[in-house]
T-cell receptor, first 113, second 117 residues
Framework: AQSVSQHNHHVILSEAASLELGCNYS??????LFWYVQYPGQHLQLLLKYFSGDPLVKGIKGFEAEFIKSKFSFNLRKPSVQWSDTAEYFCAVNERGYQKVTFGTGTKLQVIP | NAGVTQTPKFQVLKTGQSMTLQCAQD?????MSWYRQDPGMGLRLIHY???????DQGEVPNGYNVSRSTTEDFPLRLLSAAPSQTSVYFCASSYRLQGSSGANVLTFGAGSRLTVL
């Protein structure tokens, strides 16, 4: 069964610091990859997605992620975080041809003004 | 469009009681699913459905029932509530992106917070 690992459970950064959140998945076949974000008191929404093509994908609010197939990774990055980026971030994987989506355990990001 | 609507938003139950969490979507999505969110455990899939009349189990199905009689509705039933079912429940639906080999972009509801005493 596929699984998704997010090793950083809680990250605290100052505004303008750079961000990188790790995501690794276990499935060796072809997958679609996602990052979702949950702002305080809100429901989850899509941040960005990868399913083919350029392994560097850009999402909303200046976020980007890079798919490295050899490392089974899909790390999320942002050059300069803002206080409004305080949220919980979830990596998710979907095996091609199937509709089940498996989520990681999430990373809580706290940005200090 | 309302998107994905979940009711109730909050519910308190006593151990052994049963209840149904409602989920409705108005986007004509084929796929619907239920997740529970617990601290430190992320989102875990309970049940999912790929279309009306078709349901299947996810990672943590025990103690829950689902049915999919219409495309729009996907209720989650707790048969006999237990304190371990205290959680926040999210319903999500999705479509398949054109040309993406089955990429599955989920639209989530606002969540239902359930407390079992």
């Amino acid at each position: 069964a596929q699984s998704v690992s997010q090793h950083n459970h809680h990250v605290i950064l100052s505004e303008a610091a750079s961000l990188e959140l790790g995501c690794n998945y276990s499935y060796g076949g072809t997958v679609n990859l996602f990052w979702y974000v949950q702002y305080p008191g809100q429901h989850l929404q899509l941040l960005l997605k990868y399913f083919s093509g350029d392994p560097l994908v850009k999402g909303i609010k200046g976020f980007e992620a890079e798919f490295i197939k050899s490392k089974f990774s899909f790390n999320l990055r942002k050059p300069s975080v803002q206080w409004s980026d305080t949220a919980e971030y979830f990596c998710a994987v979907n095996e091609r041809g199937y509709q089940k989506v498996t989520f990681g355990t999430g990373t809580k990001l706290q940005v200090i003004p | 469009n309302a998107g994905v609507t979940q009711t109730p938003k909050f519910q308190v139950l006593k151990t052994g009681q049963s209840m149904t969490l409602q989920c409705a979507q108005d986007m004509n999505h084929e796929y619907m699913s239920w997740y529970r969110q617990d601290p430190g455990m992320g989102l875990r899939l309970i049940h999912y459905s790929v279309g009306a009349g078709i349901t299947d189990q996810g990672e943590v199905p025990n103690g829950y029932n689902v049915s999919r009689s219409t495309t729009e509705d996907f209720p989650l039933r707790l048969l006999s509530a237990a304190p371990s079912q205290t959680s926040v429940y999210f319903c999500a639906s999705s479509y398949r992106l054109q040309g993406s080999s089955g990429a599955n972009v989920l639209t989530f509801g606002a969540g239902s917070r359930l407390t079992v005493l």
